[in-house]
């Protein structure tokens, strides 16, 4: 059994900053890919921001240069640092992780529960 659990979401002004964490755990051999998603309420779920195994990163167009993603492999865990931080991020934001497990030769995605960010103007 494989869990995404995220934390550090809140209430913030806007211009301010929160940091995300997710700590995956579980039966993991390996982990690739590990990313970062919202959802604002009436709107699709959106690609916030991925990190590859080897650090490779990819962010959306509306986050580039206010928003960084990390990783600590020893402790499967991914971060998302949200600086200057505006009305339209607010959102659940959701952790997602491309991982192996022990019982099936594939990796398969797995999610987060979500954390609540709101960015007040």
């Known amino acids: 059994q494989v869990q995404l659990v995220e934390s550090g979401g809140g209430l913030v002004q806007a211009g301010g900053s929160l940091r995300l964490s997710c700590a995956a755990s579980?039966?993991?051999?390996?982990?690739?890919?590990m990313g970062w998603y919202r959802q604002a309420p009436g709107k699709q779920r959106e690609l916030v921001a991925t990190?590859?195994?080897?650090?490779?990163?990819n962010y959306a167009d509306s986050v580039k240069g206010r928003f960084t993603i990390s990783r600590d492999n020893a402790k499967n865990t991914v971060y998302l640092q949200m600086n200057s931080l505006k009305p339209e991020d607010t959102a659940v934001y959701y952790c997602n992780a491309d991982l192996y497990t022990p019982d099936y030769y594939r990796s398969s995605r797995y999610w987060g529960q979500g954390t609540q960010v709101t960015v007040s103007s």
């Open positions: 990190i590859t195994s080897g650090d490779s990163t």
């Open positions: 579980g039966s993991i051999l390996s982990i690739n890919a």
